[in-house]
């Protein structure tokens, strides 16, 4: 923490887009740094490696974040925001960028999450990917839990601590678009999501 506390400090003196990504990926290195430390089975992982996934752990990563996308993307297809029009991520065309924006502050609290508690309690082990094939390939039994495992943890509900009332993680999605929206036609000041429990 007192790592990436450091560098959270180095943002205000970026003077461009390049510097604050840079920062941003050396967090992001410390954060899976302590993965390792984090879940208790002997798998190897060194660092995040997406195209193609390199091991069991970047396999479990990459086929959860492309659910959480999709679950994005319905949300956001119940308002009228364009999907292709994003914020963080460069805007294209042919990609949904605007859910990579929104999906990266539910991977953490919905993704990670739930990778640790499934290694953790060995729900998924190493003989679960296909070996031969670098571990890229999940088995289907497993891939069919880790889903049941994703809508549990989307219609899992907290307290709103605004709202007052019980409101699901795949709400709290749909709450974090309509925040966009307020400050893209009311001028209301943005202000990203944050974990209060």
């Not at 089975?41 to 995040?48: H, L, P, Y």
């Not at 990563?61 to 994005?72: A, D, G, H, P, Q």
């Amino acid at each position: 923490m007192k790592e990436i506390d450091f560098l959270r400090n180095q943002i205000k003196l970026c003077k461009d887009v390049q510097e604050l990504m840079g920062i941003e990926g050396n967090i992001r290195k410390v954060y899976y740094d302590t993965w390792n430390i984090i879940i208790n089975q002997d798998i190897e992982f060194e660092k995040r490696v997406k195209n193609p996934p390199d091991n069991a752990i970047n396999s479990l990563i990459s086929y959860i974040n492309t659910i959480i996308y999709t679950r994005v993307l319905s949300e956001i297809y119940k308002t009228q925001l364009n999907p292709t029009i994003s914020y963080l991520h460069e805007p294209s065309e042919r990609r949904f960028s605007l859910c990579l924006d929104v999906a990266e502050i539910f991977k953490p609290i919905i993704v990670d999450r739930l990778i640790f508690s499934m290694l953790n309690k060995k729900q998924i082990t190493e003989k679960d990917f296909e070996r031969n094939l670098n571990f890229l390939y999940i088995k289907d039994k497993v891939r069919k839990e880790i889903t049941k495992q994703v809508d549990s943890r989307l219609q899992t509900t907290i307290m709103h601590k605004s709202l007052k009332r019980e409101v699901s993680y795949e709400y709290l999605i749909r709450l974090e678009i309509y925040k966009l929206i307020k400050c893209l036609t009311e001028d209301v000041v943005y202000e990203g999501f944050k974990m209060w429990w």
